[in-house]
């Protein structure tokens, strides 16, 4: 059975998004994508540089295009290309234009953003996360970018399992 609706996790490092993730595909009873960004810094050994910011958007895409038939009515997606775009615009003060036309899509690829909030205790975790204060960064320019392109959200809150209750009343 293919998912009928495609769930977008968004949120600044440290936020929750991958045990949300993995939490909600498991009360659901279907899969999730993980984030590769987390893969790539990884395998690679190091953090991403401009170049490779399309790369990352690309490959979460293809990952995500590839769960969609093994999904049982939701796919729980670690993140989207909109985030890389957020990430190039800190980092690289710009994105490249494809990236863009990734980011632009936002709206149409997922019935549902969900964004997890900056509450919970910041963790260092290697070489992806730099400082809690990166992370207010990007949490406020995450803000900015789902304003800008009028992309409906959901804020959770809370422990996991008050986000786990947030979202559920908010899925269809």
């Known amino acids: 059975m293919n998912a009928e609706v495609k769930v977008a996790i968004l949120g600044a490092a440290s936020s929750g998004k991958t045990t949300l993730a993995a939490a909600l595909a498991r009360d659901h009873g279907t899969v999730w994508v993980p ?16 170049q ?16 969609m038939p093994l999904a ?25 234009a494809e990236l863009e036309l990734l980011a632009n899509r936002h ?23 730099e400082s809690e204060q990166v992370s207010v960064t990007i949490n406020t320019m995450l803000m900015e970018e789902l304003s800008r ?4 959200y959901l804020l959770l809150t809370g422990t996991l399992a008050e986000r786990l209750a ?3 009343r908010h899925l269809p």
């Open 52 to 67: 490779d910011q399309i790369h990352i958007a690309r490959t979460q895409r293809a990952r995500e295009d590839a769960a």
């Open 35 to 50: 984030e590769y960004l987390r893969e790539f810094v990884d395998t690679e050994a190091r953090v991403p540089v401009a």
């Open 107 to 129: 709206r149409r690829d997922y019935a549902i953003t969900l964004v997890t909030a900056s509450d919970i205790p910041w963790q260092a975790d290697g070489l992806q996360r």
């Open 149 to 152: 392109r009028a992309i409906p």
């Open 166 to 168: 947030q979202a559920n």
């Open 72 to 96: 049982r009515r939701y796919l729980f997606c670690d993140t989207t290309p909109l985030m890389t775009a957020v990430y190039s615009r800190h980092y690289f003060h710009g994105i490249d």
